[in-house]
């Protein structure tokens, strides 16, 4: 990775990226290690599905748009806090940008070391399930268990609803719970991997779909981690209210503002 070793300005941002309200379950874990973090969250509203978009789409959106973003915010790290962007567009993005950009890889390796029945569900949008980078995974550091996927794209749009205070019919989370389960070897799964920002942020809701014995697991705390470690010994220091950075003026944004304040967000701004 190419990136610059000059020190940064301490108010100089984190800026994480995503779809939509996603990444706010990774900002969520990084505020835990690194409360004094000015950052910058940013939300690709008006692109917002991408699962459902094709691979050259999204590589160019989000090359496009993190150029932009760099050249105008000057953040210390990028964190594309998307598995849908990251799987896709990491390498891209890395070659074209001078800072170090972190990634969110589907959390098989913390899942296959967790299963106890060898039965691990993957519950991603359709672009992230479809990803060779998780064929890898797959090979790498589950080639003795059963991975099931099955795409959800459903509770993306649950997961922003109910960060919009927007009440979700139960049956969205039965479905997606549904949708592995019906696999042969489904009833076996133990371990669930919320290979979407998204779903974390309605684990509870799919807890109560999948019923008792069913872990989670997601890349969050994990991505932190690595941001803590690459930003270790930096000056930070907030000099405004963190922003909340969006792609498109929208009347539902206004919704989303207690959920933003909720973490920490106290300015929105549109790119
Ligand atoms: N939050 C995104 C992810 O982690 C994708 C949601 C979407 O835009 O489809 O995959």
Redesign the pocket.
């Known amino acids: 990775m190419a990136h610059s070793e000059s020190i940064p300005d301490p108010a100089s941002p984190i800026l994480l990226f ?3 309200v ?2 706010l379950s990774v900002l969520a874990e990084l505020r835990k290690l690194l409360p004094q973090a000015p950052v910058i969250y940013a939300a ?1 509203n008006a ?7 094709s691979e050259a789409e999204i590589a160019a959106r989000v090359c496009g748009l993190l150029g932009r973003m760099a050249e105008r915010y000057r953040p210390r790290l990028i964190c594309i ?7 896709i567009a990491l390498g891209m993005v890395r070659d074209v940008l001078q800072i170090p950009i972190v990634g ?1 890889v589907p959390a098989i390796k913390p899942a296959a070391a967790l299963t106890r029945s060898g039965v691990i569900g993957l519950l ?2 359709e ?2 399930i479809r990803q060779g980078y998780v064929d890898r995974l797959e090979a790498e550091f589950a080639s003795d268990k059963l991975l099931l996927r099955t795409a959800a ?1 459903e509770l ?1 749009i649950a997961a922003e609803a109910k960060l919009r205070g927007q009440v979700v019919d139960a049956e969205v989370y039965r479905k997606a719970a549904e949708g592995l389960r019906s696999q042969p070897g489904g009833e076996k799964i133990d371990t669930v991997v919320l ?5 974390p942020l309605v684990a509870e809701e799919l807890a109560e779909a999948f019923g008792p014995g069913v872990r989670f697991v997601d890349g969050a705390a994990g991505i932190a981690r690595r941001i803590a470690h690459l930003t270790e010994g930096q000056n930070m220091a907030r000099a405004a209210k963190d922003v909340a950075l969006f792609t498109r003026s929208d009347a539902d944004i206004k919704a989303l503002i207690p959920a933003l304040e909720g973490y920490g967000l106290g300015r929105v701004e549109i790119l």
Not at 47 to 53: Q, V
Not at 81 to 87: F, M, R
């Open positions: 995503d779809s939509g996603g990444g690709d692109g917002l599905p991408y699962g459902g978009k806090a998307c598995n849908t962007a990251s799987t969110t991603g949008t672009a992230t794209p993306v290979a979407c920002t998204h779903f």
